[in-house]
């Protein structure tokens, strides 16, 4: 059994694994390498064989200024290209906190165009999940089809240049997407020494699961029982 919480929605419940289609694809690290994935703003990153979810997972260090940010990006094919052809329209990370906790985990789709817009969710971590030293799932519903007007009554926010940008549609950039981000985000105004490891970077198809959800829950945030220590 799962625990959910629906973002978006004063909804709490127990609730069933999702059933995913056949071109759900996973990447867990758990050859030792990056496999096509590139680090944001760590100054150390380690690709250790145990102590994922289960097994091998991505670890970064970060020490730096105020706001912290560190995460990673990739611009592999089976990762970018169009959603909507794929049927895919969930993303997932699972993500190990080490202290402190981070405040945020954001995914964000790159247009793949020279005006390089953006399609951004954030979901705030839960102060419970934050207590607790467990490997913690994150997923993100949307709809590759969605206007720019759907998306954002979802809480995305699609921007050009860092810009919100009006003629810029949602599912535009999820027709091309060059480049996938997801980082965690710490509010912290002050030098930073922090760790966090990343595993089961998860794109699957979810038959139903926006028409059962609506475009209004466009994310959840599910915390399952940790099977194995992280180091």
């Known amino acids: ?132 030293p467990i490997w913690t799932t994150f997923s993100f519903l949307f709809d590759p089809n969605w206007s720019t007007d759907e998306a954002q009554a979802a809480g995305w926010v699609v921007s050009v240049a860092g810009e919100d940008a009006e003629t810029v549609e949602f599912n535009e950039i999820l027709s091309n997407v060059g480049r996938v981000n997801i980082t965690a985000q710490w509010d912290i105004f002050e030098e930073s020494d922090t760790r966090v490891g990343f595993d089961n970077f998860t794109m699957a198809p979810t038959p139903g699961a926006i028409a059962v959800f609506a475009f209004a829950l466009s994310s959840l945030v599910s915390r399952r029982r940790q099977r194995h220590p992280a180091y």
């Open 1 to 132: 059994m799962r625990f959910c919480l629906f973002v978006g929605a004063v909804v709490l419940l127990a609730c069933a694994p999702l059933t995913f289609g056949a071109m759900m694809l996973t990447e867990g690290w758990d050859n030792g390498q990056l496999n096509g994935f590139d680090t944001i703003d760590a100054e150390q990153v380690t690709v250790l064989p145990s102590g994922g979810n289960p097994d091998g997972f991505v670890r970064l260090y970060y020490w730096g200024p105020a706001f912290p940010l560190t995460g990673l990006t990739t611009e592999r094919d089976d990762v970018t290209g169009d959603y909507a052809a794929s049927g895919v329209n969930e993303l997932s990370i699972d993500v190990r906190f080490f202290d402190p906790r981070a405040d945020i985990i954001e995914l964000q789709f790159i247009e793949a165009t020279e005006r390089l817009a953006k399609a951004t969710f954030q979901l705030s971590v839960d102060e419970i999940v934050r207590g607790e």
